[in-house]
């Protein structure tokens, strides 16, 4: 698979993959998310993510979303822990409208007052909707639980009541320290020219940060070791839901691809993974289940995660440390090891039929410098991984000395 990239001037790195599309998927990531905030910053790069399309210094907020949406563009943006992203769908004629766009929503947005107040009752809605639902929660409060204490565990939502303190003021110099073209990536899906990318970036985008700044690092904070233990949080809701895991690889660890096969035989979207077809399929104890792997720059986190009635809790967990124990106990059989690839080979092939996810993946691992930016790198990788590799893994990762478990009921 053939990318066109450059670092311009400015420092913007730029990746693009051609595509006999009409379709352009481009924008900018970066990398400032929740774990670069301050404890007195909680919840700021996602609402500065928010107030980025109330207005600039050259155009009002109507303007900012109709000039592209008149075209029958689609503009989106989201946050994560460790980078915000900007991005739009569009026919390829208005690209030059689209990195003009972008670019002004990312680097001079105006966060106006009268705006702000409104935008963080928007967010806290945000916040109770999410609250509300136990099934997404579980996601927060185990990462919370893991990472006591380290950037990488605050809930990237942040809190109503210390958002309303934020002024324009703070949103600013969050935006100034983290979103630089030093610091971000623009990436581009589609049948455009690469050499007038280039020249629309240059023009659109701020000149390089200046050389006396200090270079944007992530907060590295200790982490204590985890041990096995069950917490249990009263939500009063029907079904127990219960996450099982641990923290596991980063994103360029070598034995994360080992993992993200593991991953998809235990867990994974097909209905024979083994966690489905063991809970729901014979048992009927659960209506889903499936296990997950999340990457950062340094640590990761892997957990299974199922709702149940509460008297079956404690029947699907003992479950599923039965089959972890096997993983880590017995070595896939070469027939096994054979069909879990070819299977998640081709989860991936339909995958790459999301242009939109492709690109924000192949943008992603430009900003992160993630050892594999195509689908080709990735087969081939899995295809390296050995029974012996898989079984060292699970005994590494899925112990149940180090595993936490998570109970809302």
Not at 375 to 385: A, S, Y
């Amino acid at each position: 698979m053939r990318y066109n990239t450059l670092t311009l001037p400015n420092g913007l790195r730029v990746i693009h993959q051609p595509a006999e599309s009409p379709i352009l998927y481009c924008g900018f990531q970066i990398a400032a998310g929740s774990r670069h905030e301050e404890p007195q910053e909680y919840g700021i790069a996602h609402l500065c993510e928010h107030m980025a399309f109330k207005g600039t210094k050259h155009r009002k907020a109507w303007h900012l979303t109709n000039t592209l949406e008149a075209l029958g563009a689609e503009l989106n943006a989201f946050t994560t822990k460790e980078h915000t992203v900007y991005y739009a769908a569009l026919l390829k004629q208005y690209t030059a409208k689209a990195v003009e766009i972008l670019a002004d929503i990312v680097f001079h947005a105006s966060y106006p007052e009268s705006e702000l107040c409104k935008e963080i009752d928007v967010v806290g809605d945000e916040i109770e909707t999410f609250n509300d639902s136990p099934a997404e929660l579980i996601y927060d409060e185990f990462e919370n639980i893991l990472f006591k204490g380290h950037p990488l565990g605050h809930s990237i939502l942040g809190k109503t009541q210390q958002l309303k303190t934020y002024t324009p003021q703070m949103l600013s110099r969050f935006r100034d320290k983290h979103y630089r073209t030093d610091n971000a990536v623009f990436f581009a899906y589609g049948d455009i020219d690469f050499k007038k990318l280039v020249a629309l970036l240059q023009k659109y985008t701020p000149e390089r940060p200046a050389d006396n700044l200090p270079a944007v690092t992530v907060p590295h904070a200790q982490i204590t070791d985890t041990h096995a233990e069950t917490i249990t949080l009263k939500h009063h809701t029907h079904l127990a839901h219960v996450m099982v895991g641990s923290r596991s690889y980063s994103l360029n660890h070598p034995n994360r691809i080992s993992l993200y096969l593991l991953n998809n035989i235990l867990g994974g979207p097909a209905s024979n993974a083994r966690f489905n077809n063991m809970l729901r399929e014979k048992k009927a104890l659960v209506y889903n289940v499936e296990s997950t792997h999340a990457y950062y720059l340094d640590t990761g986190v892997w957990s299974v995660c199922f709702a149940a009635e509460k008297q079956n809790v404690q029947k699907c967990l003992r479950l599923i440390h039965k089959e972890l124990q096997h993983m880590c106990d017995t070595q896939l059989t070469d027939t096994q090891i054979k069909a879990a690839k070819k299977q998640i080979k081709g989860q991936i092939a339909l995958g790459a039929e999301s242009h939109e996810q492709m690109a924000l993946d192949f943008g992603k691992a430009m900003l992160f410098n993630a050892a594999e930016q195509d689908m080709q790198t990735l087969c081939q990788r899995i295809d390296e991984v050995t029974a012996l590799q898989l079984q060292q893994v699970a005994c590494e990762i899925f112990r149940e000395e180090s595993l936490t478990t998570l109970i809302i009921e």
